[in-house]
């Protein structure tokens, strides 16, 4: 089924729910989330510990499937997908950022970042240009034939991200993608995906607990008790004031809460 919405959108999540379990046990998670992510915006997802934020990361990047509601990206709905379609669609048009990267170690940084062109019918070449192209822009083209042991953690969240950008998806989903970095290789990282954000014209949504990655968002969406509590658009403010705006509605969520920029 296809939704029929102007072109921009390129996600839309109409009145989602997530429960877990059933019955008496049963724990209402998601509480109707409605969300639309224009192409090309950087949005961050925030909340309290038990928010639902990662939950609703999950469910848009069909990790795990809502209980009800309809999520459609790129004009397509995956909640009616089957599995297998659904595996498809992951792999084509989607990429993930984790915090503990997800790497094999069996593989190099470059062989780690090809892997989602190996799955597809891509020439040697083309492939070879790709992986130069992102290599250069996230600054690991150098360490194309290491390991991921032989490599610090900011390294190997930068080749996370190559893996993720390679196949150019419709959008990259960050789950706490400097929870495991230092603030230098975070502050690092954080300049990489801003600057493939606004020139590459990738779409990234990533959920954070930390109100300095929030700062280099376009947007973020609150969540509080499963349901969207507010909205911040940064606009044309300057980051360290649109990092007091997201301070200052965190502070009446209540949290975690990091000092300075």
Known sequence: MKESNEQETVLHARNVHKTYGSKGGAQQVLKGIDLRVLRKEFVGIMGPSGSGKTTLLNVLATIDRASDGAIFIDNEDISTMSSAALSAFRRNKLGFIFQDYNLLDTLTVKENILLPLSLGKISKQRAEREFTAIAEVLGIRDLAHKYPYE????QKQRTAAGR????????????????????????????VMDEVNRNRGVTIIMVTHDPVASSYCNRVVFLKDGKIYSELYRGEKSRQSFFKDIIDVQAVLGGDHIDGI
């Open 164 to 191: 993720a950008l390679i196949h150019q998806p419709s959008i990259v989903f960050a789950d706490e993608p400097t929870g495991a970095l230092d603030s230098k290789s975070a502050s690092s990282l954080l300049s």
């Open 151 to 154: 490599i610090s953690g900011g």
